[in-house]
């Protein structure tokens, strides 16, 4: 590890907020990571790794303890017990949007609708990340991680991170913290080997355009997401004060099939897949040889949370008086720093959209960043 004079946040996040944190450390190797963490712990401060700083909303006073920069890379091909497929293990510091192009060139399927998404990739797994419909869940195996206080990298199965939407056990959700603390060292995820595929989700479709079910190229769609990004200032450009955010500011809300009802029916809408392997456990000493049958539960649904933004009255390129932050020009549900913007001000707007959300829909967007130093 590498303890190096602290960095302004602003200069290591795209929403560009943030003072220089007490101390920095950056790490290049898997021992410099596992060093520096055992470091920062061993002080009792408080801490955070920081990869690509793209899910990041740091607040304006100086962050009083150690940042971590993890800056590892490497991507190592290995065999999968599945025919057909392929394994990649892949370092936390590894850009994702790389990992991405790295897997269409090869003809790895199973990334490519996550084209564009930035940060690195020992971030995708703690927040699940997604896009169009395909998410890493689908794909991840395992990861190595590494917990607050022990001296070992262990490998974890995917099936243990409580994977969700956009959720792990991982996640520093607003207002709590997270079930386990602990840093990814690398993951490994499973892919098809085929050059192309048929796309079969409805969101993704529907953004490539795609009529019929002739299998697409690979590389084809990773251009039109990619060029869907870019329309929408989701694509990281100096010039374009649109792509200076965390992207999606606020998650889609989860909400009931009932309160989906009572929204308008042109809101758009997604059901939520239920859980198909749910495991019924029978304590043996009640059992008397009959397994009762599975009880039919309505689906949850997903609702545009751009939408309900937009039909609360805060449009398009919105902001609040003499603020430099402002909603996208572009995208209903990225705040946008257009220029020397603090955290208090994206934070204000914030709360504005919130309120009106709540006062038109009754339901409360949740923001989907980490928020460091930060209240909503």
Request: hydrophobic share 40%; net charge negative.
């Amino acid at each position: 590890m590498r303890e190096v004079e602290p960095i302004r946040l602003a200069e290591l996040t795209t929403l560009r907020t943030g003072a220089a944190p007490e101390r920095m450390l950056e790490a290049t190797t898997t021992a410099e990571l596992v060093d520096a963490l055992q470091d920062a712990w061993s002080r009792g401060d408080d801490w955070f790794v920081l990869g690509g700083g793209s899910n990041l909303f740091v607040g304006d006073a100086p962050f009083e303890g150690t940042v971590v920069r993890v800056l590892t890379q490497g991507i190592e091909e290995l065999p999968s017990p599945h025919e057909g497929r392929v394994r990649l293990r892949v370092q936390a510091g590894h850009g994702w949007d790389d990992l991405v192009a790295y897997a269409v060139e090869r003809g790895y399927a199973g990334l490519e609708a996550m084209s564009g998404i930035p940060g690195t990739v020992g971030a995708a797994p703690v927040q699940n990340i997604g896009a169009y419909g395909q998410e890493v869940q689908e794909t991840l195996v395992e990861v190595e991680l590494l917990d607050e206080n022990t001296d070992e990298v262990v490998t974890v199965p995917a099936g243990e991170l409580g994977l969700g939407f956009r959720t792990s056990v991982l996640k520093h959700h607003y207002g709590s913290v997270p079930q386990r603390r602990a840093v990814i060292v690398s993951i490994t995820v499973d892919l098809l080997v085929a050059s192309e595929r048929i796309v079969r989700g409805e969101q993704l479709r529907r953004a490539l355009g795609l009529q019929n079910d002739e299998p697409v190229p690979l590389t084809w769609v990773r251009e039109r997401i990619l060029a869907t990004r870019a329309s929408k200032g989701m694509l990281l450009d100096e010039s374009d004060h649109d792509t200076h955010s965390v992207g999606s500011f606020f998650q889609n809300a989860i909400v009931s099939e009932s309160v989906a009802r009572s929204l308008p029916p042109e809101c758009p809408r997604w059901p939520v897949a239920p859980d198909l392997d749910a495991v019924t456990v029978i304590p043996l000493a009640s059992y008397d040889g009959l397994v009762p049958q599975p009880v039919a539960v309505p689906p949850d649904v997903k609702v545009s949370a751009a939408w309900l933004i937009e039909q609360a009255g805060v449009r398009k390129g919105f902001h609040l008086p003499r603020s430099r932050a402002s909603v996208s020009t572009k995208h209903a549900l990225s705040l946008t720093n257009r220029g020397g913007a603090t955290a208090a001000e994206v934070a204000e707007l914030a709360r504005f959209i919130q309120s009106r959300v709540h006062a038109e829909f009754g339901l409360v967007l949740q923001p989907e960043p980490v928020l460091v130093g930060v209240e909503l």
